[in-house]
């Protein structure tokens, strides 16, 4: 059954978190699937509450106008969203990143003086009816790939969010699996970085992509789980550009 409000769905994850059966890399969180804005600017968080692979962790994605990816995480690197991303992103290792509710529906995600987000969720009967399809989707279906690759064009339609897919390869090679349980759209944001206002969102002029996980084009946020294949051991979680700057 889905919840009523996104922050009772978050609460009742953070209660009972628990991940889901099988020997691969798994993790139970929610987030900001993206959200683009129409300078060319690009946002995402994750909140994983429950990982198989490390402690639980948070990190914030940021694009910026050229095309250049940082994911900034609170976590070790090799545990967090760069262990399979990092190859194609900047990382940056920061104290906190912290996220507080001001009602159920309106939420705040900052790190220290470099960004300040405001998130104003809704729902619609697009993002209640893939809700319903994904609280009720047994667990086998998704960890089904062709359950999955039917899913990712019925999102695409229904949500107005460009192409997306639920399953493919990472950047640093591991192939994802996701399983968002329960979305809402963002029905409002406003976000500062480093500085500058990020202004009004809206799609970039070319929808962005690392390998085979796309960004969506209009704002999303969930709560679910995703699983990795193994990362290899010939495989450098750390690789690509990486700044520890510990001061936020």
Same mark, same amino acid.
């Given at each position: 059954?889905?919840?009523?409000?996104?922050?009772?769905? #978050?609460?009742?994850?953070?209660?009972?978190?628990?991940?889901?059966?099988?020997?691969?890399?798994?993790?139970?969180?929610?987030?900001?699937?993206?959200?683009?804005?129409?300078?060319?600017?690009?946002?995402?968080?994750?909140?994983?509450?429950?990982?198989?692979?490390?402690?639980?962790?948070?990190?914030v994605?940021?694009?910026?106008?050229?095309?250049?990816?940082?994911?900034?995480?609170?976590?070790?690197?090799?545990?967090?969203?760069?262990?399979?991303?990092?190859?194609?992103?900047?990382?940056?290792?920061?104290?906190?990143?912290?996220?507080?509710?001001?009602?159920?529906?309106?939420?705040?995600?900052?790190?220290?003086?470099?960004?300040?987000w405001?998130?104003?969720?809704?729902?619609?009967?697009?993002?209640?009816?893939?809700?319903?399809?994904?609280?009720?989707?047994?667990?086998?279906?998704?960890?089904?790939?062709?359950?999955?690759?039917?899913?990712?064009?019925?999102?695409?339609?229904?949500?107005?969010?460009?192409?997306?897919?639920?399953?493919?390869?990472?950047?640093?090679?591991?192939?994802?699996k996701?399983?968002?349980?329960?979305?809402?759209?963002?029905?409002?944001?406003?976000?500062?970085?480093?500085?500058?206002?990020?202004?009004?969102?809206?799609?970039l002029?070319?929808?962005?992509h690392?390998?085979?996980?796309?960004?969506?084009?209009?704002? #999303?946020?969930?709560?679910?789980r995703?699983?990795?294949?193994?990362?290899?051991?010939?495989?450098?979680?750390?690789?690509?550009?990486?700044?520890?700057?510990?001061?936020?």
């Amino acid at each position: 059954m889905t919840t009523t409000t996104p922050r009772q769905a #978050v609460e009742a994850m953070q209660d009972h978190p628990r991940l889901a059966d099988g020997d691969d890399e798994r993790f139970t969180g929610y987030g900001v699937m993206g959200v683009p804005f129409a300078g060319g600017h690009y946002l995402a968080f994750r909140d994983m509450v429950a990982t198989s692979v490390g402690p639980a962790y948070r990190t914030v994605w940021h694009r910026d106008p050229e095309g250049r990816w940082t994911i900034h995480t609170n976590g070790d690197p090799g545990l967090t969203c760069p262990r399979y991303f990092s190859s194609m992103v900047a990382v940056e290792r920061v104290r906190r990143i912290d996220i507080g509710w001001r009602d159920d529906h309106t939420l705040d995600v900052s790190i220290g003086d470099e960004l300040g987000w405001r998130i104003e969720l809704g729902a619609t009967p697009a993002t209640r009816v893939m809700s319903a399809m994904g609280s009720a989707l047994p667990e086998a279906g998704w960890n089904s790939r062709a359950v999955l690759t039917t899913m990712g064009p019925m999102a695409r339609t229904m949500l107005g969010t460009g192409r997306i897919r639920l399953e493919g390869a990472s950047p640093n090679g591991p192939r994802f699996k996701a399983a968002p349980l329960q979305i809402w759209r963002l029905a409002d944001t406003s976000a500062s970085y480093c500085g500058e206002d990020l202004g009004r969102p809206g799609p970039l002029e070319e929808q962005a992509h690392l390998a085979d996980f796309w960004l969506p084009q209009r704002g #999303v946020f969930f709560v679910g789980r995703a699983r990795f294949t193994p990362l290899l051991e010939k495989t450098d979680p750390h690789a690509g550009s990486m700044n520890a700057r510990m001061g936020r």
